[in-house]
């Protein structure tokens, strides 16, 4: 995505809310886990400034593999290795991803970058829908029996409550957080990380790993190039991909500016049917000031690279380990935003 289109796509106060994921994302993280980086797995992230790191979920994400090479070409042949050559394949996603993209991936063909990318970021989304899948299946059990609830059930309950910022004594406290903890389809997410981060290739994909073009009014991130006069934010920089996709889910599931996305997501899970990212990318309006505009150009690229066959795919057997915290980042208004702009 060039600059201009960027500023025609740019996000302001529409989008309700940023993540921030840890001192790991801090500047200059991502070069220890670009390409050629000898770490196997995802960094971990530490506290924020001042304040003490959140209790860590207590639940687990399923452990991806990480394989980096100097080269796109490279790093697809080692994708193509460890993950089959048939793309997407019929049931099962190996469980094999990269921190970041090589900094050539401009240069491969059309085709061949799309299925890099593909290939990165659908365990990814996988890998982070099965983990709030597991949080959302606890909630569930427990909202039969919150009276019988084990001490370590109750502190479990109260944590996701606090981080999906839900008053639990309010009214229909479990069925509002229910609504909070849910999955985003993978044609949805994987449609959007395209077009924010132009295939992966936008500035800020490449120097922070950002995805979503997610904002922070702290020093620790990239100035925009195109920033207005007197604006303050700045774009995220991320420890890894599946850091910023982690981030974006919690965006979906927390925002005020995507209330109406999850109504349609909880009306579809009343009626038993499969999320549907055509039907909620509908709820998207907010996402960007071109609004019913932005919605359809999402909705074209699910269609048009039939990304709706993604949405029943899992991961193949592989092993757990606990997830990392996520925690807001308040504003000086005190209220969490987030923003983007490709550039």
Request: glycine share 8%; net charge negative.
């Given at each position: 995505m060039s600059e201009e289109q960027a500023k025609k796509s740019r996000r302001g106060p529409l989008i309700a809310l940023a993540l921030s994921l840890g001192g790991a994302a801090a500047l200059g993280v991502g070069l220890l886990?670009?390409?050629g980086s000898l770490l196997g797995k995802e960094p971990s992230a530490g506290p924020v400034g001042k304040g003490a790191p959140p209790p860590a979920e207590p639940f687990r994400v399923p452990e991806l593999t990480y394989v980096s090479a100097e080269t796109s070409e490279a790093l697809l042949a080692k994708l193509r290795e460890r993950g089959g050559e048939q793309w997407p394949p019929a049931e099962r996603v190996a469980p094999v991803t990269a921190g970041a993209f090589p900094a050539d991936?401009?240069?491969?063909q059309v085709s061949e970058r799309k299925e890099l990318f593909f290939r990165v970021l659908t365990p990814i989304v996988l890998a982070e829908n099965a983990r709030i899948r597991e949080a959302r299946r606890f909630l569930q059990e427990a909202a039969g029996r919150r009276d019988a609830?084990?001490?370590d059930e109750q502190e479990r309950l109260a944590g996701l409550a606090e981080l999906y910022r839900v008053d639990l004594d309010g009214e229909a406290a479990m069925e509002r957080l229910l609504r909070r903890v849910d999955e985003i389809p993978p044609s949805m997410a994987l449609a959007q990380a395209a077009n924010e981060s132009g295939w992966g290739t936008s500035r800020f994909t490449r120097e922070a790993n950002n995805l979503f073009g997610e904002w922070t009014w702290t020093e620790e991130g990239l100035v925009p190039k195109q920033r207005s006069a007197g604006k303050t934010h700045r774009v995220r920089i991320f420890a890894s991909l599946q850091r910023s996709v982690r981030s974006y889910l919690y965006l979906l599931n927390v925002g005020h500016a995507y209330e109406s996305l999850r109504a349609r997501r909880a009306q579809m899970r009343e009626a038993g049917d499969p999320l549907d990212g055509l039907a909620l990318a509908k709820g998207?309006?907010?996402y960007s000031e071109r609004g019913a505009a932005y919605v359809?150009?999402?909705r074209s690229m699910i269609r048009y690279n039939e990304l709706q066959r993604m949405n029943g795919?899992?991961?193949a057997e592989t092993g757990r380990r606990a997830a990392e915290p996520v925690r807001s980042e308040?504003?000086?208004?005190?209220?969490?935003?987030a923003g983007s702009g490709a550039q």
């Open positions: 886990y670009g390409p991936l401009p240069d491969l609830l084990s001490e998207l309006t907010a359809e150009e999402i795919l899992r991961l308040e504003t000086s208004e005190g209220e969490p935003k």
